[in-house]
């Protein structure tokens, strides 16, 4: 990556972050911060388009960031802020909202599955949403957005949009066309009831998940009543691969064992899965309860957490004012 390379992702403050955001995210945030520029927001104005209790939700947006710095962002080293401090993405939304087509947005597979069966009383906001992300990448030229898969869609309309206002202002490069940064290995963690769902904070089950604030009792009785196979653990991946819930609980334990899946077959073909669910269970204690018990220990501490928002807001709102600058001058804006 270049120099002018910059890493932008959103995170939505609706509570529980899992096992998904931080395999699938979270991880890969702190990892990038080593050597990139990178801005991490916490997007309240996405989480808004679907109905949250004020007081929640602001204590949802303190909740995210406190969950940033506990997985091991660095405020000095990132750029750590909530979206609606900064009045520019709500502009740039709407100037894309007006590049963006209806029949790009119709197409938006997690558009259709957030808004159930009964789409007319879907908000607006909602379907506009996937504009809303592409604002929040262009505003400040990001040209990597580290993203589990489920958002790969959501990039692909991003660099639509960025193409599309390239084109039609005459301005070939203005914006780069992001890419996705998705992890190889594990790019969409499960349900634990159900290997063929994505693990979801709005899944109705709460042991379809592991929470990042799980206590080790709660990650050990998750584990062991995750659905698995009845048969014993197959010793090829081909054979792995037809049941979901057991690739699943394998994959995660080779993400966080860092042992590739051939050799744990290797190792564990033939067993129960209770053997593979005793050594889980045990792996993400170590690896997840320590980043729990930080967020409860931050939220102990609110205005060290609205210091870091505003240090974070201020350093996003100048990046963001320089280039609206130069948006709204190619869209002929006085
Ligand atoms: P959100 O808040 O649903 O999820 C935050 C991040 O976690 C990833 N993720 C997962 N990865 C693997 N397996 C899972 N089960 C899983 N569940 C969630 C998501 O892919 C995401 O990376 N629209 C975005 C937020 C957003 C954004 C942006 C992201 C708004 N603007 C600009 C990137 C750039 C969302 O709802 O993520």
């Known amino acids: 990556m270049s120099k002018k390379s910059l890493v932008f992702s ?4 609706t509570g529980n972050l899992h096992l998904g955001n931080y395999l ?7 990892s990038l911060q080593k ?14 388009t679907v109905f949250q209790k004020p007081n929640v939700l602001r204590d949802n947006v303190l909740e995210t960031v406190a969950s940033f710095l506990a ?4 405020p000095n080293k990132s750029i750590i802020f909530n979206q609606s401090s900064v009045s520019g993405h709500a502009e740039l939304a709407w100037i894309l909202n007006c590049v963006s087509r209806i029949g ?11 808004a159930g069966s009964d789409k007319e009383k879907a908000s607006v906001g909602l379907y506009i949403y996937p504009n809303l992300m592409a604002a929040d990448i262009l505003l400040y030229k990001a040209t990597h957005v580290p993203v589990g898969a489920d958002q790969k869609q959501h990039l692909e309309l991003s660099r639509d949009i960025a ?32 290997g063929t769902k994505k693990m979801s904070k709005s899944e109705e089950s709460d042991y379809s998940r592991i929470n990042l604030k799980d206590s080790a009792d709660e990650i050990i009785k998750k584990i062991k009543k995750a659905k698995s196979d009845s048969a014993p653990i197959p010793n090829s991946l081909k054979e792995l691969e037809k049941k979901p819930e057991a690739l699943n609980l394998l994959t995660i334990y080779s993400e966080i064992s860092k042992i590739n899946l051939d050799k744990i077959l290797d190792e564990m073909s033939g067993k129960d ?6 050594k889980l269970a045990d792996l993400l204690i170590g690896e997840i309860a320590p980043v729990g018990n930080e967020i409860k220990k931050l939220m102990g501490d609110k205005t060290h957490l609205l210091k870091v928002l505003k240090k974070g807001n201020e350093k996003a709102r100048n990046l963001a004012e320089e280039n609206l600058k130069n948006i709204r001058e190619k869209v002929g804006l006085i």
Request: charged share 25%; proline share 6%; net charge positive.
């Open 10 to 13: 959103g995170v939505q403050p």
């Open 24 to 30: 699938g995210a979270l991880k890969n945030f702190v």
């Open 35 to 48: 050597d990139m520029n990178c801005i991490y927001c916490v997007v309240d104005l996405h989480a808004i």
């Open 71 to 74: 997985t091991g962002l660095d």
């Open 104 to 114: 790009w947005l119709n197409r938006m597979t997690q558009f259709k599955d957030k």
């Open 163 to 194: 193409l599309k206002f390239n084109s039609d202002f005459g301005c070939k490069d203005f914006f780069p066309l992001p890419e996705p940064l998705i992890p190889k290995n594990i790019s969409r963690v499960m349900s634990l009831r159900d």
């Open 273 to 278: 899965y209770s053997f593979l669910k005793n």
